[in-house]
């Protein structure tokens, strides 16, 4: 499997305002979505970041630390080689 990018980021965080305030105000990310428990950024390729406070309704499952998106071109092929690597 070719791993071509790392096209989104989710993560649950406690303090989602001080989280998107470090990405949006730091490190100039636009935030493309701020809705009841979810702040979407976007870097200037298209990559996105996401962060669940603890008032997500939708995502309260994300809370043992990030989750990532990759690109790759065949997910069949890849699921099958992370099964017969043992994940």
């Keep these: 499997m070719e791993v071509k990018g790392i096209i989104w980021v989710g993560s649950a965080t406690e303090d989602r305002d001080a989280t998107t305030s470090f990405f949006a105000d730091v490190l100039k990310m636009p ?34 630390g990030p989750v990532t998106g990759l690109w790759i071109d065949d997910a069949a092929a890849a699921r099958a080689e992370l099964v017969d690597a043992g994940v």
């Design 31 to 64: 935030v493309i979505a701020d809705v009841q428990g979810l702040t979407r950024l976007a870097a200037s390729n298209g990559d996105r970041l996401e962060f669940f406070g603890p008032d997500s309704v939708e995502h309260h499952h994300l809370d043992t």
